[in-house]
């Protein structure tokens, strides 16, 4: 049993930045990938990047590519999304995954989900 907590959304102007963290809890936790999707008002909920166990592997989709890096502290049991140079397409519930496989993550076949995060960037 996994359990995920977002924070550290919150209101960006475009242009800003904000850093996102993911708390995983529970003693099965190790060796889970992990990933960011996000979902805006209306929209199906999307793919933004990816994380092995290791951090040998990441995976950006293609509109937050050099803008957002994904990083993870084992350590704390944390995964992070660093946000730069944010837009207002940008605006959405961040949700954390995890899962035991980095592909699974990526196909959106997480295990794990944690209850979102708003983010909202302004013009």
């Known amino acids: 049993q996994v359990q995920l907590v977002e924070s550290g959304g919150g209101l960006a102007q475009a242009g800003g930045s904000l850093r996102l963290s993911c708390a995983a809890s529970?003693?099965?936790?190790?060796?889970?990938?992990m990933g960011w999707f996000r979902q805006a008002p209306g929209k199906e909920r999307d793919f933004v990047a990816a994380?092995?166990?290791?951090?040998?592997?990441?995976a950006y989709a293609d509109s937050v590519r050099g803008r957002f890096t994904i990083s993870r502290d084992n350590a704390k049991n944390t995964m992070y999304l660093q946000m730069n140079s944010l837009k207002p397409e940008d605006t959405a519930v961040y949700y954390c995954?995890?899962?035991?496989?980095?592909?699974?993550?990526?196909?959106?076949?997480?295990?794990?989900w944690g209850q979102g995060t708003q983010v909202t960037v302004s013009s």
């Open positions: 995954a995890a899962d035991g496989n980095f592909q699974a993550i990526i196909a959106g076949h997480s295990h794990y």
């Open positions: 529970g003693r099965s936790f190790s060796g889970y990938a």
């Open positions: 994380i092995s166990w290791s951090s040998i592997s990441t």
